[in-house]
Structure formats: C-alpha cells, structure tokens
C-alpha cells in the first residue's frame, strides 16, 4: 500500500462507496513498471479482474484496491463501468 500512495500525486483518483479506483494519466509502462507487474503484463499474466482477459498496455483502464489487493480493469465497456 506504501508503494501506491507514492502515486498518488500524479493520478487521478476516484472514490467510490467501496473501492478506489486509480486512473493513470498518460505513462502506464511506467505505473506497471512501479507495480512490479510491467514483465507479467508483457507475458499476459495479468487479468482484468472483471472480465478476465489479459491486461496490455493498449486495454489497461484503470487499476483499483479492493480489500488491499490491487485489480487492474481492462477497457471493455463492461469493466469500465463496474458497479
Ligand atoms: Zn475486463
């Protein structure tokens, strides 16, 4: 969790009832590279968490913490717009 609040001051970050979502603005190589999770996005380990298709950098929406784990979202319209 230490290594995410550190970002804070460049994403833009959205508050819900229950979960945060974190949008990162323009250099998601460099969040994932942060994250530790840049190789695994790059081999397709990394799974939306809605839908559970492979994360890339193309279709990587935003990432949120639900129950202190990390979720990376993918664009699809049905992930996005999650409840
Ligand atoms: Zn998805």
Known sequence: MKRIKTF???????FTK????????NDVPSLFSSLKIYDKVQRGEIKCANCNNPITI???AYLQIKDGKIQLICNNADCMFLK
Do not use: A, I, P
């Not at 804070?8 to 959205?14: D, P, W």
């Not at 229950?18 to 603005?25: D, G, N």
């Open 8 to 14: 804070f001051g460049k994403l833009k970050v959205k």
């Open 58 to 60: 193309e279709n990587f």
């Open 18 to 25: 229950k979960k945060l979502k974190v949008v990162y603005e």
